[in-house]
């Protein structure tokens, strides 16, 4: 199969970013799927029962960032 990758950032409210966070976790814990588009075309990516989860937090004087990463 080939690759597919989609990627986006845009700067959010932190209100907005956790909504993005709650719509994804609600995706994966009811549908077993993650949907995006790219260029037009419409995606769903299946998600088994078992996954890795990652968590990674960093913090800095001049930037912070949380990590979250989902693979199978």
Known sequence: ???IE???RERLSREAA???LRRLA???SRHNEVPFSREGMKYRVAVPDEVTFSL???VGD???EIEVEIEW
């Open 62 to 64: 001049e930037k912070s």
């Open 56 to 58: 990674e937090v960093e």
């Open 6 to 8: 989609h990627a986006s």
């Open 1 to 3: 199969m080939e690759l």
């Open 18 to 20: 956790a909504e993005r």
């Open 26 to 28: 609600d995706e994966l």
